[in-house]
T-cell receptor, first 111, second 116 residues
């Protein structure tokens, strides 16, 4: 199937780290993405990881990939109020030839 | 520059109206996409154009009619829509389609459509 699962909601305090988790379905997925969507806006590409990598770091963002468990996570260090948004993971695989999105995680950062 | 632009930002239309949504990118991308997003849900793919030809139609009702006049432009023509078609319509583009390494999609800000 094409179900990509994420927890619905995460609340953190400003300055803490946030970890958003995603479980994907297709073992043939080659690229996995994280997008951010602020209220009323489009999707902003944050980062992506190729399936032969375990980790990718990009400034405050760290992506971890566990291929065995089909688990992807996004860690945001020093979370700021401007990070409050919905975060979608997405997978692209040769099996379905399109981008399949997770259900989205709403991150709320309080001062 | 990874910008995809969409017009209009907001659109209100009646069920008998005809309107069009526009999308533009100048990144030299050869694939362009339309998505529909309902509130609190992930985007759902509607159409994919690759090299100005329709590659994927995800069984979208014919009241939605896509058009790709050239490699930089993508339109979505709307006619006789229903209230349940109210949603955020997102356009995206990628360097290519069907090749994993070229599939990274960049999204526009969307058009928020309300059908009365």
């Amino acid at each position: 199937g094409e179900d990509v699962e994420q927890s619905l909601f995460l609340s953190v305090r400003e300055g803490d780290s946030s970890v958003i988790n995603c479980t994907y379905t297709d073992s043939s997925s080659t690229y996995l993405y994280w997008y951010k969507q602020e209220p009323g806006a489009g999707l902003q590409l944050l980062t992506y990881i190729f399936s032969n990598m375990d980790m990718k770091q990009d400034q405050r963002l760290t992506v971890l990939l566990n291929k065995k468990d089909k688990h992807l996570s996004l860690r945001i260090a020093d979370t700021q109020t401007g990070d409050s948004a919905i975060y979608f993971c997405a997978e692209w695989g040769t099996g379905f030839q399109k981008l399949v999105f997770g259900t989205g995680t709403r991150l709320l950062v309080s001062p | 520059d990874t910008e995809v632009t969409q017009t209009p930002k907001h659109l209100v239309m009646g069920m008998t109206n005809k309107k069009s949504l526009k999308c533009e990118q100048h990144m030299g991308h050869r694939a362009m996409y339309w998505y529909k997003q309902k509130a609190k849900k992930p985007p759902e793919l509607m159409f994919v154009y690759s090299y100005e030809k329709l590659s994927i139609n995800e069984s979208v009702p014919s009241r939605f009619s896509p058009e790709c006049p050239n490699s930089s432009l993508l339109n979505l023509h709307l006619h006789a829509l229903q209230p349940e078609d109210s949603a955020l319509y997102l356009c995206a583009s990628s360097q290519d389609f069907g090749l994993a390494s070229q599939e990274t999609q960049y999204f526009g800000p969307g058009t928020r459509l309300l059908v009365l």
